[in-house]
């Protein structure tokens, strides 16, 4: 039993002899409470609103580079799954006075069906006027709800086609079908642009 105290005692010789060699630091000083805070106040400035000539770019930038990324893949593989892209270039159909067109698309199957499609891009003043003008040719127009356009349309030349333009800022987009409901795909199209 003797030599249980005498273990026991030299373990607390030892742990007493390594705690001794611990010595704190000393702390940094801290400010006092009397020390007065600084503080910065930052007033932003008023941020000016888009212009309207801002704002119908900002609409034709979002035009897609390229007819295989309109609107969603779902309603194009719906509308234009089936049929065989073709050359689009040289269609002219209604468009505004100083219409530009940005991206013409043509699918066709056979003489089955076909879809065309042309996005162009025009003043603002051009657009305006071109929608005024197009219940000479037989459309009727009527405001988009759900994405703030001129939805126009009118019966195709050939029996089961339609003509629909949607127009807003400076984008005006024409749609052709021929045995083809695209109006699906097309609201995609128009919330991709005007959204």
Known sequence: MRRWRSLVAAAALIAVAGLAGCVPEEAAPVASATSTPSVTVVVPSPTPSPSVSETAAS???KIPASCDDLGTAT?????????TAQHADGFVRPAPAD???VLSCNWIQEEAAAV?????TASDAA???GIAGLASEGYQCQAAQDFGAQYCARPGDAADSEDVIVARDDV????????VNARAWLSDIAAQIYG
Do not use: D, K, P
């Open 59 to 61: 609409v034709a930038s």
């Open 75 to 83: 309603s194009r593989a719906e509308t234009v799954g089936g049929l």
């Open 99 to 101: 219409a530009t067109t």
């Open 116 to 120: 065309l499609l042309i996005v162009s």
């Open 127 to 129: 657009v305006t006027q």
């Open 172 to 179: 005006w987009i024409y749609l052709e079908t021929v045995n």
